[in-house]
């Protein structure tokens, strides 16, 4: 891609560009500046638009020293998952360290979750295609993922033993907390008309009451958690 058909250069990463002009040493910060700069083009452009040139043109570098942090695009964007997956265990490794019941977990989870997913890294997550990467990509990617799902579903199951939350499949709960969490990563912007802790304190009430009762507000007994159903989903 030529320099006239590139993206135009953005003011928000400025910083970033002022990295790379200072000549001092610094690989761990110039790596990060790739990362922020990489995962703001890859989620405004789209991953498959986005080439190394690009990233290396808006940075003011070139490509072959963009070489010397990523030896490819792939490697940027699983680095980039990491990150962001990073971000959930960490907040999860606290949550899971409180002793409190696991409903009141469970809302840790929501408030934190949404924090994440509207940052760049969270949202990259959500909204990048891991499809794009290669089988051994998407393996270390989904595994991450996995994980994830599998450490919210022990917090369901531990309010369900300790009578927080009603009895319901944990698998269920888990897919229907993320899913409803994951369209915020499409249509959230912070300079949106609702405060982004408004935003929390309604996620958090509607799906901690729909978990605490079985049911969601507006929901018929027969399409609530408890009731019982036949489901194959699989892994």
Aim: glycine content about 8%; proline content about 4%; some cysteine.
């Amino acid at each position: 891609m030529s320099r006239q058909s590139a993206p135009r250069q953005s003011a928000a990463l400025q910083p970033h560009r002022r990295l790379f002009a200072d000549r001092r040493r610094n690989p761990d910060g110039k790596r990060g500046a790739v990362l922020h700069t990489a995962v703001r083009m890859f989620l405004e452009r789209s991953y498959g638009r986005t080439s190394m040139n690009d990233v290396a043109l808006q940075l003011n570098i070139t490509k072959p020293a963009l070489y010397h942090y990523f030896r490819n695009k792939e490697e940027i964007l699983v680095e980039i998952y990491r990150l962001g997956t990073d971000l959930i265990d960490e907040m999860l490794d606290s949550i899971e360290a409180e002793e409190k019941p696991g409903l009141d977990k469970v809302a840790d989870f929501i408030a934190g979750y949404i924090r994440i997913i509207t940052g760049d890294f969270g949202r990259a997550i959500i909204r990048l295609d891991d499809g794009e990467l290669s089988k051994a990509g998407r393996k270390v990617v989904r595994g991450r993922k996995r994980g994830i799902d599998h450490r919210l579903r022990a917090i369901i199951d531990e309010g369900i033993k300790d009578g927080s939350i009603a009895p319901c499949d944990a698998k269920i709960a888990s897919f229907l907390v993320a899913g409803a969490i994951h369209g915020m990563a499409s249509w959230y912007v912070p300079t949106g008309p609702m405060e982004l802790t408004a935003i929390i304190e309604q996620y958090v009430g509607m799906l901690t009451a729909g978990l605490a009762t079985g049911r969601l507000p507006g929901l018929s007994p027969q399409d609530s958690f408890a009731f019982r159903i036949n489901t194959h989903a699989h892994e």
